[in-house]
Every structure is written in C-alpha cells, then in structure tokens.
C-alpha cells in the first residue's frame, strides 16, 4: 500500500457526461501529480500541484481541470466526455517538487465512457 | 522533447532464471533520474529502482539491478532469480529537470513461466 488513496476505483459513465476524481495524498506529501494511462497513449502525464499551487502542465485537455484544497487533497474533474477518455487515471504523491523525492502513485481509478 | 523507448513489447522467462529489460532514452540534459516502475495486474504501479544520472554506480535493490550506459543513453533493467510475483508490466521512466514530471516508455510485459 503507497498510502495514496484514490476514489472512486471504477466509473462507468456516459458521453457527455462530467466525473470528478479524488485523491488523498500520501501523509505529509504537498505535491500531487496526475497521470493518464490509456491502451493508446501509454502513461502520459497531465498536471501537478504543490502545497495548494499548479506547479506544471502536461497533455491536459482544456475539457479537464484539477485543483488541490487546503487539505491537501486533489481533484480531477473531466467533463464533456467522449469515448476516448475512457482510461486509468493515476494519482502520485510526493513530499515536494525535488526530483529528489520519489512520486508513489495510488491503484488508479478505471473510467469507462460508454 | 525527452522520449523513452521500450522495444520489448513482450518477455517471458522461466522461473530462477534471468532476465533484462530493455530501455532507451533521449535526452539533452546531463543530470536527470530513470526509473522502472512494475505494474502486476492489481494496477498499482510500484517503484522498483531509480538511479541518478550522476551517479557511475548502477543501482541495485535485492534480485533487481540496472545496467546504466549513459554515453548510449540505455537503462536496462536485470531480475535475477525470476519468482512468479515479478510477473508484470514494467515501465522505464525518466524524471524531467523542472516539471519533476516523469516521461514513460510504452511498458514491456513479463511473464514468468513455472
């Protein structure tokens, strides 16, 4: 267990539709990344947060957006879905943007756009 | 742009026995990080060794090692005394100066025969 929680593990949904998906961090991790696996892309990375902060942006769709609360906890919201957003989303904690630190990621959440 | 290159799409091997995965990477920068990372099919993607570019000594964790040429920009991974639990996906990355965000080959699956 890397200590990152992420909810939920599977969403199945419709096209057009908006999902939001969470993650906790690992205790004490400030920084939060998110990443996109899907059969077509591989593993690509999507954007990341520090103590509250977007800290870098990857291959985000503008129709994707994500923040990271007081708490420290992160969301990703995905809305107007389309078929090809179906894919594993992985959050990563670390405790700061050093590359020093290693990133461990959460079990994903699995959405399904049908 | 930084790429990494996964060339084995598929690898089997027989238990005890030893096998290398394969990675190449493109980069321009001197002072980075790589990365393997396993995914066994409960989706958790688990950090498995990281080296430092910097650093001439190949890393090495228990039955896993690295073979790192920096000059040929390769990053191979050896397990040694293959058991049934390394069967898995196995990811080669790259940690980019800056963003911190990790750059992921396309994965070689392992299989592990008995």
């Known amino acids: 267990d890397s200590g990152v929680t992420q909810t939920p593990k599977h969403l199945i949904t419709a096209t057009g539709q908006r999902v939001t998906l969470r993650c906790s961090p690992r205790?004490?991790?400030?920084?939060v990344y998110w990443y996109q696996q899907s059969l077509d892309q591989g593993l690509q990375f999507l954007i990341q947060y520090y103590n509250g902060e977007e800290r870098a942006k990857g291959n985000i769709l503008e129709r994707f957006s994500a923040q990271q609360f007081p708490d420290l906890h992160s969301e990703l919201n995905l809305s107007s879905l389309e078929l090809g957003d179906s894919a594993l989303y992985f959050c990563?904690?670390?405790?700061?943007?050093?590359?020093?630190?290693?990133?461990?990621f959460g079990a994903g959440t699995r959405l399904s756009v049908l | 742009a930084q790429t990494v290159t996964q060339s084995q799409p598929e690898m089997s091997v027989q238990e005890a026995e030893t096998v290398t995965l394969s990675c190449t990477y493109d980069?321009?920068?001197?002072?980075?990080?790589l990365f393997w990372y396993k995914q066994p099919p409960s989706r958790q993607m688990i950090l498995v060794i990281r080296?430092?570019?910097?650093?001439?000594q190949n890393a090495t964790e228990n039955r896993f090692s690295v073979n790192f040429q920096k000059a040929a920009k390769s990053f191979s991974l050896k397990i040694s005394d293959s058991q049934l639990g390394d069967a898995a996906m196995y990811f080669c990355?790259?940690?980019?100066?800056?963003?911190?965000?990790?750059?992921f080959g396309q994965g070689t699956r392992l299989t592990i025969n008995p």
């Open positions: 990563a904690s670390s405790v700061s943007p050093s590359r020093e630190d290693i990133q461990y």
């Open positions: 205790s004490g991790d400030l920084s």
């Open positions: 990355a790259y940690q980019i100066q800056g963003a911190q965000k990790l750059v």
């Open positions: 980069t321009s920068e001197s002072d980075y990080y």
């Open positions: 080296q430092e570019a910097y650093k001439q």
